[in-house]
């Protein structure tokens, strides 16, 4: 498969408001693409769009509120987005959400609405624009799924579920897609600082009190730029590269856990990674104090209390 060609094609980006998504609308744009921006967070969102078009006057975008958590709400924009764009050579699923706490510590709706969001709006998105993406000869896909797509800690059960999910459906399509030309990329980014650990919800059962501490600790661990990110997702992409690791956080634990699949758990244990993984191991079960959810519409980072725009 020849290399890919950004220049003068649409790219859908989901969870283009900040941090991974931001940064990818901006690398495409420099790069010559025209622009489909979804996210639910609108002044983050208008702001990322006038600045493009400040710096890219002579790129084509267009943006979309949408909050990914509503099924209904999502097929309206992908329907208004094929038919507005019948060709898209570039769709990234970016957009993203976290939950804290033990599996026993969050309910099952909590526990859906990290799946819906990460997840089904994945596979709904794919499926609805596949067509623009096969009308369009040497398309490419991306799904960002996350380091917890490669390992599992404690405490992000949920989480590492939608992020196992995407990487598997990743991989099938790559499979499946071969012969219409179009490349499939799985991301797995590892600490990168963007708004995640700060717009997560945290889970009924858990002490917010004990989860703050655990996110600090968390919050330490997130050192890379989005925008460096992006520029490693986007090369990969150019090379049609099937699986990009974004940063030796990602890289050294997916060797550990091809080196010891059923064992790397025990380094959880240790140091800053307990903090990390499971910021509410000795939290309380009785419901903790909720922040008030934010206001906006918009995808994975999509809620109340999380951004459509936050990936991880």
Do not use: C
Request: proline share 6%.
């Amino acid at each position: 498969m020849r290399s890919f060609d950004f220049t003068s094609g649409t790219a859908v980006v989901t969870g283009a408001a900040s941090g991974i998504g931001e940064a990818l609308a901006h690398g495409l744009a420099r790069r010559g693409s025209d622009l489909v921006l979804l996210d639910r967070d609108a002044d983050r969102l208008a702001a990322v769009v006038a600045a493009i078009r400040a710096a890219h006057p002579d790129r084509q975008l267009t943006s979309y509120l949408v909050d990914l958590a509503d099924a209904a709400a999502t097929a309206r924009v992908a329907a208004e987005i094929r038919q507005r764009h019948p060709v898209i050579r570039l769709l990234v699923n970016n957009a993203g959400v976290a939950l804290g706490g033990r599996f026993d510590q969050v309910t099952l709706d909590e526990f859906t609405w990290v799946i819906e969001i990460n997840f089904r709006a994945v596979v709904q998105l794919t499926h609805a624009l596949l067509p623009a993406l096969k009308a369009e000869p040497g398309a490419h896909l991306v799904n960002v799924s996350s380091l917890f797509g490669l390992i599992a800690p404690p405490g992000q059960a949920a989480y590492a579920a939608s992020k196992y999910a995407v990487r598997g459906f990743t991989e099938a399509l790559r499979h499946e897609l071969v012969d219409d030309g179009i490349g499939v990329t799985s991301v797995h980014p590892g600490g990168i600082r963007t708004r995640i650990a700060r717009s997560a919800r945290i889970g009924s059962g858990v002490s917010v009190e004990e989860y703050e501490a655990g996110r600090e600790r968390f919050e330490k661990l997130l050192s890379m730029d989005p925008a460096k990110a992006a520029e490693i997702i986007l090369r990969g992409v150019g090379r049609r590269r099937g699986r990009v690791l974004v940063g030796w956080s990602a890289k050294l634990p997916d060797l550990l856990a091809r080196i010891a699949p059923a064992s790397y758990g025990r380094l959880f244990a240790l140091g800053p990674g307990r903090a990390a993984a499971d910021p509410a191991r000795r939290a309380t079960t009785v419901p903790a104090q909720r922040p008030p959810d934010d206001p906006d519409p918009a995808a994975p980072g999509d809620r109340p209390a999380e951004r459509a725009g936050d990936p991880a």
